[in-house]
T-cell receptor, first 117, second 113 residues
Framework: DAGVIQSPRHEVTEMGQEVTLRCKPISGHNSLFWYRQTMMRGLELLIYFNNNVPIDDSGMPEDRFSAKMPNASFSTLKIQPSEPRDSAVYFC???????????????FGPGTRLTVL | QQPVQSPQAVILREGEDAVINCSSSKALYSVHWYRQKHGEAPVFLMILLKGGEQKGHDKISASFNEKKQQSSLYLTASQLSYSGTYFCGTERESNFGNEKLTFGTGTRLTIIP
């Protein structure tokens, strides 16, 4: 398997612009996670989906952030409008989560390094 | 609330042992350990579930002490490949179902020849 695929790998944009990050999970996995990593705050779980349904979005910073998972093989994280403080590495991860579990071994994608000027 | 990891950083010579601790202020349901090398994505090491079990593979093992609300990661006879930042993630129990997975700020481990 190709692993978790994220695009773009790097994104540089100006404040106020819309940014869309994309993720393709590992085939057969039923859970998908979006994380943000910064030096100051470490690795933060933003949202996670199980069977394409958002289960916990309490980590989403504010209304400027939104995430969708229209099918089992694709998810997006959108920031609109973007701000300099959104600069971070955004990881997508997927896992195969048995029924009744919340979390299992997660496979991370290579990440998207976002810079907002 | 983030779990607290200690130490924040440690430098070892190849072959030495290391212990990384992860503490929570609330009861835990599970503890997850990941390692991240510079510029790369985190990689899964192990999960420990409520029950006080100890897990391990090769020379890396971990314990989970429910009563103390903490977990420890043990690296024995460290190798150069062990260098990286180690994160613990905790799933805390609550009256309304478990809280979401939250990671500590990491422990940077440097192994020198």
């Amino acid at each position: 398997d190709a692993g978790v695929i994220q695009s773009p790998r790097h994104e540089v944009t100006e404040m106020g612009q819309e940014v869309t990050l994309r993720c393709k999970p590992i085939s057969g996995h039923n859970s998908l996670f979006w994380y943000r990593q910064t030096m100051m705050r470490g690795l933060e779980l933003l949202i996670y989906f199980n069977n394409n349904v958002p289960i916990d979005d309490s980590g989403m910073p504010e209304d400027r952030f939104s995430a969708k998972m229209p099918n089992a093989s694709f998810s997006t994280l959108k920031i609109q409008p973007s701000e300099p403080r959104d600069s971070a590495v955004y990881f997508c991860a997927s896992s195969l989560t048995p029924g009744g579990w919340s979390y299992n071994e997660q496979f991370f994608g290579p990440g998207t390094r976002l810079t907002v000027l | 609330q983030q779990p607290v990891q200690s130490p924040q950083a440690v430098i070892l010579r190849e072959g030495e042992d290391a212990v990384i601790n992860c503490s929570s202020s609330k009861a835990l349901y599970s503890v997850h350990w990941y390692r991240q090398k510079h510029g790369e994505a985190p990689v899964f090491l192990m999960i420990l579930l409520k029950g006080g079990e100890q897990k391990g593979h090769d020379k890396i093992s971990a314990s989970f002490n429910e009563k103390k609300q903490q977990s420890s990661l043990y690296l024995t006879a460290s190798q150069l490949s062990y260098s990286g930042t180690y994160f613990c993630g905790t799933e805390r129990e609550s009256n309304f179902g478990n809280e979401k997975l939250t990671f500590g700020t990491g422990t940077r481990l440097t192994i020198i020849p």
